[in-house]
Nanobody
């Protein structure tokens, strides 16, 4: 079992930036290093949707069209963390953001929720207009 912990959410004005971080600790440290990681978000009354993902090595990333050019996902191998830099935020980006991980050495980024084995508790991002 990999326990994921997200941080970095908050309230920001439209056009502003936030940086989210996802990590783990303890015995799951090495397991997280072999996981592809995705960020999902869920707004009130809506389905949880895939936003972006990164492969276990950090070599492959994928973004949904609505965040391309504004969001950047990166992986710090040494710190064993995955970060999501969100720039030019819009009110429609407001949601609870979840970090998710799946154990795989494949470079393909999965967008389906069911493909991910482990989930964080979520962090709220609110963008005011």
């Amino acid at each position: 079992q990999v326990q994921l912990v997200e941080s970095g959410g908050g309230l920001v004005q439209a056009g502003g930036s936030l940086r989210l971080s996802c990590g783990t600790s303890g015995r799951t440290w090495s397991t997280f290093g072999s996981c592809a990681v995705g960020w999902f978000r869920q707004a009130p009354g809506k389905e949880r949707e895939f936003v972006t993902g990164i492969s276990w090595s950090g070599a492959t990333t994928y973004y949904v069209d609505s965040v391309k050019g504004r969001f950047t996902i990166t992986r710090d191998i040494a710190k064993n963390t995955v970060s999501l830099q969100m720039n030019s935020l819009k009110p429609e980006d407001s949601a609870v953001y979840y970090c998710a991980a799946r154990q795989t050495f494949a470079d393909r980024i999965e967008v389906g929720r069911s493909k991910y084995d482990y989930w964080g508790q979520g962090t709220q991002v609110t963008v005011s207009s």
